[in-house]
């Protein structure tokens, strides 16, 4: 499949889904009242696909993949915040296992793109 657009990239779509589902689970009373961890697991999490979008429009595969590397980054993180979130009882442990899942599963993609677009280039 050809990538015309950056929704067509795989890793974008399981981005997005790590954002709608960390989005959900802020929604919870306690988590939605800590505007602290919850700006910054929402940006965390909505900072992987955003950063996906900019890197495809970068101009280069060099400037893409720096873009993919922080998309990568910000999957990373959204796994370190979610201690936080457990430690503090705003989120269950399934919560956490979901979102995991899904921060690897994408962080895993978008490194499986670098080492395509890395190959293109060499």
Do not use: P
């Amino acid at each position: 499949m050809k990538i015309e657009r950056f929704e067509d990239i795989e890793g974008w779509k399981l981005a997005r889904e790590l954002a709608r589902i960390v989005y959900d689970a802020t929604k919870g009373e306690k988590f939605s009242r800590d505007f602290g961890l919850k700006d910054q697991i929402q940006r965390a999490a909505g900072s992987a696909m955003h950063n996906i979008a900019e890197g495809f429009d970068g101009g280069s595969d060099a400037e893409f993949i720096r873009f993919l590397c922080y998309a990568q980054r910000s999957c990373t993180e959204v796994k370190s915040q979610l201690y936080a979130a457990l430690d503090q009882n705003y989120i269950s442990d399934e919560q956490v296992q979901l979102i995991y899942k899904q921060a690897t599963q994408t962080h895993k993609c978008i490194g499986g793109f670098i080492r395509y677009l890395a190959s293109r280039s060499a």
